[in-house]
């Protein structure tokens, strides 16, 4: 029997309403006991004194760009990014080439993520074959494939009629439909927020309506014809005011924001650095405020990063020409940690349940728990640790991120997978 | 002291921006006489990458080099090589291995010529990025106000046509408003871009009223394709409701100056009356804009040190 | 005045200067016989002051009046890659120079640089018959071989110091040190 004991830990677990100093005892790769005083002399001891013990972290939204662009990102690589960041399960994105449209791509995934073997990579299907928003795809299929949600993230549904026939068909197997929110006829060759740094230097801004009048018409057809309907990467005040709006209708829908959008605004973009450059665009100081108070009333349920890695080759071009996107998943604890937890608009445990419990019920998924008899996926963490973001740190291929050279707090510690030490202090197992 | 790049009316100062003036005034003076060269520049290699099609910069900067006696050279260079794959990178690496003093880049995509300075030990000159800036082009129209006015400060200035995609606009706000005049801009409302009175402009979408008593009319050239972007609705209503006549005309000072950084679109946003009369400066513009370019030439190429050793 | 300068010595007062530039007027006449094929050019900034009052005094002697121009040297200097100047005037020259005994009048001669860019601004007008040069101060320390033909006053001089003018209602020239040894 193989035994694990995590010692006086701080334990985190919003699932059980647990914020408590405790011993957490892990056999056979499941939790055992979660109490005071755990003494067993045979197990292995590990002293968590001073340090928060988690549900390992679930990132609903992340590009690991295999197969088809392996040269930024791949499963392999993007596992080791998702451990360092305190991941033990993400959900992959599928506009990959091929795209993830098909039974074949769904198993692909999974058969790479077991050769891997680091962390849980579950793959979300297309909701349209080829992405190109004309037919669904075989969702039923990818459904059985393993497929835990369906998306043409990248990509927004542009026909409505699709994306009705999307959430009632998804009714049957419980998934959600994760939509990309870009009516690209008001975005089309936009590069950033539309205002006054667009009219300053001179970039095609994308308008904040070109997202939120998605979300309106979701959330309009969810709520006719039911299905559960996720909006992904939410970036304006706006759309926040329209999920408020839905919510109190008790409307089906839940919603991400990934860590950029609530820490940087489009002012960064001053000097051109292509590493501010995504899709939604960064907005302005007033949406960042409308973020971080969305997801103190639980208006926005999840922190997904939209891990989005590209090789220097797609950055350092000429601003119109270069990628949309960073990739986020070693950032994200910190930046959560930093600019909420530390600054008070979430407890600590309202912003774990944000990346562990939430996501894992939106995807019905039995993780981001620690209740006894879960998998031992567990994350520590110094959350008073001050970091250094350099280049070295991530586990990415790719790393074109923004926050290069930033000092932030929370550090991950360990991270433990099915009762497995797969990280120990910056060292990858 | 001479400053290293030129990317943008907006990062210059005042001071940086009289000195200029002042020394265009001078090369105005060489660039009339029978021999119109200069040495200053002997031994500089400065080249001209134009990344999109312009034969009036290019040759105004041309000749700007060639009378201080630097070596001009033209990279002719087909936006198709660039479509094969050449990045802009590569372009860096074969600038550095030529050994260039000064690149002066016209390019297509904002933000270009700023990557192409922290990329190069070369001095970079801004001939027009996107819709950003361009440079030379709003000092030449001071220059020539200017000249004409004697002053800068106080005057209202109204800038007509489209806004949002002119990077002649934007040089000209940034300058113009440095030097204190009172800048209006005015134009159909979708071609004024957002937030643009943060700028420290009026905005205008009624030309009457925009043009109303001003000292200075500067013409943008409306791009005809942008019709087919439902900017607004045809030429014939733009010319109808934008388009400088005689008639509105007379609706500013009567010793108005008219600008136009060409080339005209002639019957559409200014009347050809209005483009060859009298309180036409089209064609100055032209002649002050190889003097303006010579001194911003001059500042950039010289100078290691900000010693100065008059005697 | 440059205040990090310290005057050591006045050289001249009004009256010297004004002997000075009234004996150039002479040996300019002497050594053209005459004035008729004359000009004078003086070199901005101040030298065009002395050309004036040369002129003035050549009138005085012979009775005519002889064309006096004024060039600026700013763009012709050779200092240019160690330090761009950021003020620059006009040329004026409103004759034609060829074929004309033309009379280049500084302050100071010093490295003689500035008479070398004056002689090629002239050229760049014209083919002068001759061009001589005449300098209210020779403080030594040429680095071209460039004399000049008429001389108001030599000041042995070191390096560091400098020749400071005032020229205006009471005309005066000192010799003056550079602080702090710069």
New interface residues.
């Given amino acids: 029997m193989k035994t694990l004991l995590i010692k006086n830990g701080l334990v985190i677990d919003p699932a059980n309403n647990i914020e408590e100093k405790l011993d957490v005892l892990i056999t056979d790769g499941k939790i055992e006991k979660v109490t005071k005083n755990i003494s067993d002399k045979e197990t292995k001891i590990i002293d968590a004194e001073g340090l928060v013990v988690m549900p390992g972290f679930i990132d609903m939204h992340v590009h690991f760009r295999e197969p088809g662009f392996e040269y930024k990102e791949t499963i392999e690589s993007g596992s080791r990014a998702a451990v360092k960041g305190g991941y033990t399960t993400v959900c992959c994105m599928p506009n990959t080439l091929p795209p993830i449209d098909n039974q074949a791509m769904v198993e692909f995934i999974n058969l790479k993520s077991k050769q891997v073997g680091l962390i849980d990579v579950l793959p979300i299907g297309t909701i349209t074959k080829e992405r190109k928003g004309e037919e669904l795809a075989p969702i039923g299929e990818l459904f059985k494939a393993g497929a835990v949600a369906i998306s043409d993230d990248g990509s927004c549904v542009a026909n409505s009629e699709i994306i009705r026939r999307a959430l009632e068909y998804c009714k049957m197997f419980g998934i959600p439909v994760i939509e990309h929110c870009e009516d690209t006829n008001l975005s089309t060759d936009g590069l950033m927020n539309?205002?006054?740094y667009?009219?300053?230097?001179?970039?095609?801004?994308i308008p904040k309506a070109a997202e939120e009048v998605i979300v309106a018409r979701d959330i309009i057809i969810a709520g006719e014809v039911g299905g559960k309907l996720h909006i992904a990467h939410v970036s304006t005040e706006g759309s926040v005011e329209l999920l408020t709006w839905a919510k109190k209708k008790g409307i089906n829908v839940t919603a991400e924001v990934t860590p950029h959008h609530f820490t940087l605004d489009e002012s960064m973009l001053i000097?051109?650095n292509t590493n501010y450059k995504m899709n939604p665009p960064l907005r302005t100081k007033k949406d960042i405020k409308a973020l971080k108070d969305a997801l103190k009333n639980d208006v926005i349920d999840v922190i997904a990063t939209d891990h989005a890695p590209h090789a220097e080759?797609d950055k350092?071009?000429?601003?119109?020409?270069a990628a949309f996107g960073i990739i986020g998943l070693e950032t994200a604890f910190p930046l959560i940690i930093t600019e909420l937890v530390s600054t008070g608009i979430l407890s600590l445990s309202s912003a774990i349940s944000k990346i562990t419990i939430n996501p894992a019920k939106i995807l019905n998924l039995k993780k981001g728990t620690l209740a006894i008899g879960a998998d031992a996926d567990i994350t520590i963490a110094d959350i008073n640790k001050e970091i250094e973001i350099t280049e070295d740190f991530f586990g990415s291929r790719s790393s074109n991120s923004p926050f290069i050279g930033k000092k932030m707090k929370g550090s991950i510690e360990m991270v433990i997978k099915n009762g497995k030490i797969i990280y120990d202090k910056g060292v990858l197992k | 002291m001479a400053f290293k790049h030129l990317i943008g009316l907006q990062d210059i100062s005042k001071e940086d921006i009289e000195t200029i003036l002042d020394l265009a005034k001078s090369f105005k003076d060489v660039i009339l006489r029978p021999i119109k060269k200069v040495p200053s520049l002997k031994g500089k290699t400065v080249v001209n990458m134009f990344f999109e099609p312009s034969t009036r910069t290019r040759t105004s900067f041309e000749l700007a080099a060639k009378r201080l006696s630097a070596d001009a050279v033209n990279l002719a260079i087909a936006t198709s090589s660039v479509v094969k794959g050449e990045t802009l990178l590569d372009t860096v690496k074969t600038i550095e291995a030529m050994q260039i003093d000064i690149v002066i880049i016209r390019h297509s995509v904002s933000g270009v010529p700023l990557y192409l300075s922290k990329r190069i030990k070369s001095s970079v000159i801004n001939a027009g990025d996107g819709l950003h800036e361009h440079p030379t082009q709003g000092l030449l129209d001071i220059f020539t106000i200017h000249e004409k006015k004697g002053k800068i400060a106080g005057l209202k200035v109204a800038i007509v046509g489209d806004i949002m995609h002119s990077r002649v606009a934007r040089s000209n706000i940034w300058g113009l408003t440095k030097l204190g005049a009172k800048v209006r801009v005015v134009g159909p409302s979708t071609l004024i871009p957002r937030d643009i009175e943060k700028l420290g402009v009026e905005v205008f979408t009624d030309v009457e009223k925009g043009i109303k008593d001003v000292d200075v009319i500067n013409i943008l050239r409306i791009q005809l394709e942008r019709q087919k972007k439902n900017l607004f609705p045809t030429i014939r209503e733009y010319a109808m409701l934008f388009g400088i006549n005689t008639e509105k005309l007379k609706l500013a000072k009567p010793d108005c100056l008219v600008l136009h950084p060409g080339p005209m679109n002639r019957g559409i946003e200014i009347s050809p009356n209005v483009a060859d009369g009298s309180q036409s400066v089209i064609e100055e513009q032209v002649t002050n804009g190889v003097a303006v370019r010579m001194a911003v030439l001059y500042l950039i190429g010289g100078g290691k040190k900000d010693e100065d050793t008059s005697d | 005045m440059d205040k990090d300068l310290k005057i050591k010595s006045e050289i001249m007062d009004k009256d010297a200067i004004s002997r000075a530039l009234m004996r150039i007027a002479h040996e300019i006449v002497e050594k053209n016989k005459g004035a008729k094929n004359i000009a004078i050019v003086g070199i901005k900034k101040r030298g065009d002051i002395l050309a004036e009052r040369i002129a003035e005094n050549i009138k005085k002697i012979e009775g005519v009046s002889v064309p006096v121009g004024a060039i600026d040297i700013t763009f012709y200097r050779d200092d240019y890659s160690i330090s761009a100047k950021r003020e620059a005037t006009t040329t004026e020259l409103n004759f034609n120079i060829d074929d004309r005994d033309i009379i280049l009048v500084d302050d100071v001669l010093f490295t003689g640089r500035s008479a070398r860019a004056a002689m090629e601004v002239l050229i760049e007008y014209g083919r002068p018959k001759t061009i001589q040069l005449a300098v209210l101060v020779d403080r030594g320390h040429r680095e071209l071989p460039i004399q000049a033909n008429y001389v108001g006053k030599n000041v042995p001089t070191n390096k560091n110091e400098e020749i400071v003018f005032e020229l205006g209602e009471e005309d005066k020239v000192y010799l003056a040190e550079k602080k702090g040894g710069k």
């Avoid at chain 1, 667009?198 to 801004?205: A, D, I, R």
């Avoid at chain 1, 350092?316 to 020409?321: G, H, L, T």
């Fill in positions: 539309e205002g006054y667009s009219t300053l230097l001179g970039l095609k801004g000097n051109y080759l350092d071009v000429e601003f119109s020409a």
